[in-house]
């Protein structure tokens, strides 16, 4: 009787460590589970890899791709990234002389000026640790476009009269030198390049740190 009184007893142990190990098994697994499915996707998508990732995609608008650590943009066509818009006015002084004859233009125009980057010149970024190596192409002046122009100041000369041939030469200059005024005159290069350094390093969180490649 007594026998089987500890057959039962140790029955009864053996099922209660059974039902433990199935337990510890479960929550190995669950852990394991956690780990490979949740925990680790959280933890990627705040790697730096990906907020670089993310960040040249929302910059550029355009997909990205992922070698390693390379990182470039998925497309090689040639795209303009528009980064700057300016209104700018500019004044321009056309006059020509003839047997002592002068006649003179001085027009005035309203032109759009944009900057930005030539996407086809970006090479990528390699991603070394928490630095990034590689930089964006030069900025670039993008667009000068005449929205208007004013004749500020016109007058003819006896013999040396003004045609329709003078006014689109003076327009021509006038196009011209809003380009010299954009490229030497103004900062909006400089403003593109400021902008664009920016937003990678808020989109990035300040935790990736940005180095130019050397040649």
Same mark, same amino acid.
């Given at each position: 009787?007594?026998?089987?009184? %500890?057959?039962? @007893?140790? #029955?009864?142990?053996?099922?209660?460590? =059974?039902?433990?190990?199935?337990?510890?098994?479960? @929550?190995?697994?669950?852990?394991?589970?956690?780990?490979? /499915?949740?925990?680790?996707?959280? %933890?990627?998508? #705040?790697?730096?890899?990906?907020?670089?990732?993310?960040?040249? @995609?929302?910059?550029?608008? &355009?997909?990205?791709?992922?070698?390693?650590?390379?990182?470039?943009?998925?497309? %090689?066509?040639?795209?303009? *990234?528009?980064?700057? =818009?300016?209104? &700018?006015?500019?004044?321009? =002084?056309?006059?020509? &002389?003839?047997?002592?004859? =002068?006649?003179?233009?001085?027009?005035?125009?309203?032109?759009?000026?944009?900057? !930005?980057?030539?996407? !086809?010149?970006? +090479?990528? /970024?390699?991603?070394? #640790?928490?630095?990034?190596? @590689?930089?964006?192409? +030069?900025?670039? *002046?993008?667009?000068?476009?005449? *929205?208007?122009?004013? &004749?500020?100041?016109?007058?003819?000369?006896?013999?040396?009269?003004?045609?329709?041939?003078?006014?689109?030469?003076?327009?021509?200059? *006038?196009?011209? %030198?809003?380009?010299?005024?954009?490229?030497?005159?103004?900062?909006?290069?400089?403003?593109?390049?400021?902008?664009?350094?920016?937003?990678? +390093?808020?989109?990035?969180? !300040?935790?990736?740190?940005?180095?130019?490649?050397?040649?």
């Amino acid at each position: 009787m007594r026998e089987k009184e %500890q057959r039962r @007893g140790r #029955g009864s142990v053996d099922r209660y460590f =059974k039902y433990f190990a199935i337990l510890v098994v479960l @929550g190995i697994a669950g852990m394991a589970a956690f780990h490979f /499915f949740i925990a680790k996707p959280i %933890q990627a998508l #705040g790697s730096p890899l990906e907020k670089l990732t993310r960040a040249l @995609g929302a910059v550029t608008n &355009t997909e990205v791709k992922v070698d390693g650590y390379t990182l470039t943009l998925d497309s %090689q066509e040639t795209r303009e *990234l528009v980064v700057v =818009k300016r209104r &700018t006015q500019t004044v321009v =002084k056309f006059e020509s &002389t003839w047997m002592r004859s =002068k006649k003179v233009f001085i027009l005035k125009g309203d032109f759009e000026v944009k900057a !930005g980057y030539d996407l !086809g010149e970006f +090479e990528g /970024f390699e991603l070394k #640790g928490n630095e990034v190596v @590689g930089a964006w192409p +030069e900025p670039r *002046l993008l667009g000068v476009s005449l *929205l208007n122009y004013d &004749t500020f100041f016109s007058s003819s000369g006896a013999l040396n009269r003004l045609s329709e041939k003078d006014r689109e030469h003076a327009t021509n200059l *006038l196009h011209q %030198q809003a380009r010299i005024d954009a490229i030497q005159n103004s900062d909006i290069l400089e403003e593109a390049e400021r902008i664009i350094h920016t937003r990678l +390093e808020d989109l990035t969180d !300040g935790e990736v740190q940005f180095k130019k490649k050397l040649k």
